[in-house]
């Protein structure tokens, strides 16, 4: 199957369209279309302009009201836009109907995630990942593809039953190929779980958090490599890991894809091959964004993605990076929100990965929590003074 995002040179144009309830704050809705312009960003699209829509519920034909629709159909034709990218997931038919209403290309949450993982994959796991999720979200749409896929052809004239046609025959060539990659993904995982039982005499310790928070930068600090470390969402949608050793004590420690709000459930099953370096880990470096205004609800978006993962209960440090970005007191920021969020533990370590702020505390830190892993996995280790 094609990609549906332009291969052309010039930067496309896009709005950005969201619907909030009546009781959401002003301040939480620009978070929101935030981190979607972000997003888009990062696939190289330029955001003119942002629509809101307060509403009770999903219009079932529009998702947005007819109202908005035709407002947003007469800015498209105005200003020439070539993509409307929607805050949520929109079923097939709304897909169908918004592409007739708004004559240009319509882009959902999913799709719009899907195609940066996809331009952003590296390795062959996360590409065979990326691709077996696309397909799943491509299966029930085809419909509304087709007439996009067919202007992508050129035009070629088939009719609707030649369409038809057609439809049916990317349904078996996608079945098909969902088959073909989730084999492939066995033998992949089927290799990685000879690899992790050859490291379970080792510490394993894994960095998460929510997309951009620093992750890769504290990686290549605590580590001395080079991972790419970028100003994006989704810089990197690989695992990487990589060996550490401090005060003699090795340990392999990890960074994984950033967890956003919103993210595709398919697309969580598709990497869950990939969290198992998270799943397996016997600590997590929770890193945390202290500048974000809305840093809380990130927390709470990995707490629960990590719930979903069955990893929420594991030992967990939680680093407060860029607090060269931070207004106030990191240390005031924490009396006055993190105990009550963390029902009492105000443990957390404040640092600028970027201005390698306190990273001595953060190793100190970190190797102590790693020494009482690891002497349950060799007890006699203090009766030695060297490893």
Not at 122 to 140: C, D, F, G, N
Not at 267 to 273: C, D, V, Y
Not at 316 to 332: A, C, G, H, M, R
Request: include cysteine; charged fraction near 30%.
């Amino acid at each position: 199957m094609e990609h549906f995002i332009s291969t052309k040179n010039k930067t496309e144009q896009a709005v950005l369209i969201a619907i909030v309830s009546y009781n959401q704050p002003a301040e939480r809705t620009q978070e929101y279309l935030d981190e979607l312009e972000f997003l888009a960003k990062t696939l190289g699209v330029n955001t003119k302009r942002s629509f809101v829509q307060k509403i009770d519920k999903p219009d079932p034909k529009y998702f947005v009201g007819k109202g908005k629709v035709e407002e947003v159909a007469e800015y498209v034709k105005a200003n020439d836009i070539e993509l409307a990218i929607f805050d949520d997931d929109l079923s097939p038919s709304q897909l169908r109907n918004l592409e007739r209403a708004l004559k240009c290309r319509i882009y959902d949450r999913s799709l719009l995630i899907l195609e940066i993982f996809l331009s952003r994959a590296q390795t062959s796991q996360a590409k065979t990942q990326v691709e077996l999720a696309r397909y799943q979200y491509l299966m029930p749409r085809l419909t509304r593809m087709w007439t996009h896929l067919e202007r992508q052809r050129g035009g070629t004239g088939t009719r609707g039953g030649a369409g038809e046609k057609e439809i049916e025959t990317d349904r078996r060539v996608i079945r098909n190929q969902i088959s073909v990659l989730k084999k492939r993904l066995e033998k992949i995982d089927k290799q990685n779980v000879t690899q992790r039982k050859a490291r379970s005499n080792i510490v394993r310790v894994s960095l998460v958090g929510y997309t951009n928070v620093g992750k890769s930068t504290l990686m290549n600090l605590l580590t001395k490599s080079t991972v790419l470390a970028e100003d994006k969402l989704f810089a990197t949608v690989d695992a990487t890991v990589r060996k550490v050793v401090i005060d003699h004590i090795p340990f392999l420690l990890s960074d994984t894809v950033g967890f956003i709000r919103k993210l595709p459930h398919h697309l969580i099953e598709s990497f869950k091959s990939t969290l198992n370096e998270v799943i397996e880990s016997d600590i997590l470096l929770h890193v945390v964004d202290v500048s974000h205004p809305a840093y809380h609800d990130q927390i709470e978006v990995v707490q629960n993605t990590l719930s979903e993962l069955g990893a929420a209960d594991k030992p967990t440090i939680f680093i407060y990076n860029k607090i060269d970005q931070l207004k106030s007191d990191p240390e005031v920021e924490m009396e006055n929100a993190d105990k009550k969020l963390f029902n009492g533990d105000s443990d957390g370590i404040y640092i600028s990965a970027k201005h390698r702020t306190n990273i001595r505390e953060l190793r100190e830190r970190l190797i102590r929590e790693v020494k009482k892993k690891h002497y349950t996995i060799f007890p006699n280790y203090l009766k030695n003074e060297t490893y």
